[in-house]
């Protein structure tokens, strides 16, 4: 019997994330691993009167891509990829991985090529609606050193599909992050500090966004982009990152004049540096998330869910969210946290905004 928190995803995902229409088209991607909430989407699209395009892959394909392709593979855009960013309407892009470390011998300049190659799509799909979400495998659990089962209430529970009404629920969210926002309305000086860690950075006449279920599920953060050249000083990241089939730890960034310095990790630092090499807007900040869904408590080392953790902030390097006034241009997008849940502390133009994870009234 399929768990119902699966449809209930589905129909939060086509309803309420994208809120698909009749006749639109839509694009469903993800791992077969995933089948059932696929399934399910399919059904709940054609509830909604869509049309909905499925693109199913084989775990290891991205695996063999790297292994395999010849050097045009990395640096060609197709026709298929092309029409396929012009004519979907919508897409819902589900993560299923059996395997989180897959990519781990791909070589990382190959990687850096092939997300430079991709970025016009990416940026032609992110201007219609679009969201990402995650369908609980053996993989994830292990990740984060939990059950499948465990992880999947994790899941469902970070989602709201636990919920009766989950669509009241993120409605409810995004009430209490507009309360913050409205708090963070004309600031500029934003400064973190913690364990190893004391940054400076400016958000003049940046507009903070309410992240509310609409991009990427689970959600709840807010986020901006910082303003170019003001960031500065250290930052000791806490949680291990899983990006690209690697896990990078212990990662330490030293800003000056808005550019990471220098750079170092306890693990992986060489895929790191090649990931900071990759275009010279990877040295520079993109955005500072502050997350807030009190339903995500410990990491996972999966940065859809941990970057939401309330309690903490993500600094994350590389492109920027143009609505959010940020300009820096990269084909790299990669979130790092910092959890200040202990001997934390967000402030805003020096008055406490956030202390040891709680928020301040």
Not at 113 to 128: E, I, Q, S, Y
Request: proline letters at 4%.
């Amino acid at each position: 019997m399929q768990d119902p928190r699966v449809a209930r995803l589905a129909r939060i995902l086509v309803r309420y994330s994208i809120a698909a229409r009749s006749r639109q088209t839509v694009g469903v991607t993800g791992g077969s691993a995933a089948e059932p909430l696929i399934a399910a989407v399919y059904e709940e699209l054609l509830r909604a009167g869509a049309f909905p395009v499925v693109r199913m892959q084989p775990a290891d394909l991205t695996e063999r891509l790297f292994r395999n392709g010849k050097p045009h593979h990395f640096t060609t855009l197709i026709p298929f990829q092309r029409a396929y960013a012009r004519c979907m309407d919508a897409t819902i892009r589900i993560a299923a991985e059996v395997n989180t470390r897959g990519l781990s011998s791909a070589d990382p300049r190959r990687e850096a090529r092939l997300f430079r190659t991709l970025k016009p799509v990416g940026d032609a799909l992110r201007r219609k609606p679009w969201v990402l979400t995650l369908y609980p495998t053996a993989a994830y659990a292990q990740d984060a050193e939990m059950s499948l089962r465990e992880f999947e209430d994790l899941v469902y529970g970070a989602t709201f599909a636990d919920m009766r009404d989950p669509v009241s629920a993120w409605r409810a969210l995004r009430r209490r992050q507009a309360r913050l926002i409205a708090r963070l309305r004309g600031a500029d000086k934003i400064r973190i500090v913690g364990p190893d860690t004391d940054i400076r950075m400016s958000v003049r006449n940046r507009t903070f966004i309410n992240s509310d279920g609409r991009h990427n599920m689970p959600s709840g953060e807010i986020f901006t982009g910082p303003v170019a050249g003001s960031v500065e000083g250290h930052i000791r990241y806490d949680a291990a990152v899983c990006h690209r089939g690697r896990e990078i730890d212990g990662i330490r960034l030293v800003f000056r004049k808005g550019v990471v310095v220098e750079a170092s990790a306890a693990k992986n630092e060489k895929f790191l540096q090649a990931m900071l090499d990759t275009d010279p807007g990877a040295r520079r900040v993109g955005e500072l998330g502050i997350g807030t869904n009190t339903g995500i408590r410990r990491f996972t080392k999966n940065i859809l869910f941990d970057e939401k953790i309330g309690g903490t902030v993500h600094l994350a390097l590389g492109k920027a969210y143009p609505e959010t006034g940020g300009r820096n241009q990269s084909a790299v997008h990669w979130d790092m946290i910092k959890d200040l849940r202990r001997d934390g502390a967000l402030y805003v133009d020096g008055k406490v905004f956030q202390k040891n994870g709680t928020f301040k009234t």
